[in-house]
């Protein structure tokens, strides 16, 4: 019989944190790098704008891209295969989750059209 392994709820809690900690680190340096100053969500209108597609298409693509490494690596688990990447999982993981926060003030922009976002900005 195997050893029983255990993720304790501390264990949870830090992994939550550090998460969260690099989320927003992630978050600041690629918004500049790829979005600029102004509109967090530039690139994905811009590059829609150049396709003649909806931002949330090119979104689409972008996450795609880590969860197709990502169900890669659970077909390999699957598998016992073990292969070089040149992104470890974590770093795939924590893209996902910035991609899904981008998402997600995409929805609140286009439930709100607009509105949440001068509100804020009259304050």
């Known amino acids: 019989m ?22 927003l680190k992630l978050g600041k340096l690629k918004g500049a790098e790829y979005a600029g100053d102004f509109d967090r969500l530039e690139n ?27 169900m890669t690596y659970v077909r390999d688990i699957q598998h016992g295969k073990s292969r070089e990447r040149l992104e470890t999982i974590p ?20 439930e709100n059209k607009g509105e949440w976002l001068c509100e804020q900005s009259q304050d």
């Open 2 to 23: 195997g050893v029983t392994m255990k993720f304790t709820h501390e264990q949870y809690d830090v992994l939550v944190s550090d998460t969260v900690e690099n989320i």
């Open 91 to 110: 770093s795939r993981i924590d893209d996902m989750i910035v991609y899904l926060l981008l998402f997600k003030a995409m929805y609140v922009e286009w």
């Open 44 to 70: 994905f209108r811009r590059n829609g704008a150049q396709l003649g597609l909806p931002m949330e298409v090119i979104w689409a693509v972008y996450y795609n891209k880590h969860h197709d490494a990502l």
